[in-house]
């Protein structure tokens, strides 16, 4: 069984920082792509950033270009994402994505696994 396990959510101030990790478990998630996808109360889940499996390629929501960093570690089974400048819009549940195969996607219907969001609150 795949899990993905978010950590790393809190509450800060405006201007402030966070680094969001996802741990992978039960397959080997090399040949993976991720994402981050974010919900805030009463809207709709958005696309965050995306990482390809080899780490080589990345994509970002204009929303948060410059502002925030996807990575993956080493054994390529945990991704992290860098919230640096955030802003009271940045406030929502931040849920990592896998999907198996090459290319990465902003469409969260592009993906087969989910974690179970991990809270980040923003405070101006």
């Known amino acids: 069984q795949v899990q993905l396990v978010e950590s790393g959510g809190g509450l800060v101030q405006a201007g402030g920082s966070l680094r969001l990790s996802c741990a992978a478990s039960?397959?080997?998630?090399?040949?993976?792509?991720m994402g981050w996808f974010r919900q805030a109360p009463g809207k709709e889940r958005e696309f965050v950033a995306a990482i390809s499996w080899s780490g080589g390629s990345t994509y970002y929501a204009d929303s948060v270009k410059g502002r925030f960093t996807i990575s993956r570690g080493n054994a390529k089974n945990t991704v992290y994402l860098q919230m640096n400048s955030l802003k009271p819009e940045d406030t929502a549940v931040y849920y990592c994505?896998?999907?198996?195969?090459?290319?990465?996607?902003?469409?969260?219907?592009?993906?087969?696994?989910w974690g179970q969001g991990t809270q980040v609150t923003v405070s101006s």
């Open positions: 039960g397959r080997t998630f090399s040949s993976y792509a």
């Open positions: 994505a896998a999907r198996l195969g090459f290319g990465i996607y902003s469409d969260y219907a592009k993906y087969d696994y």
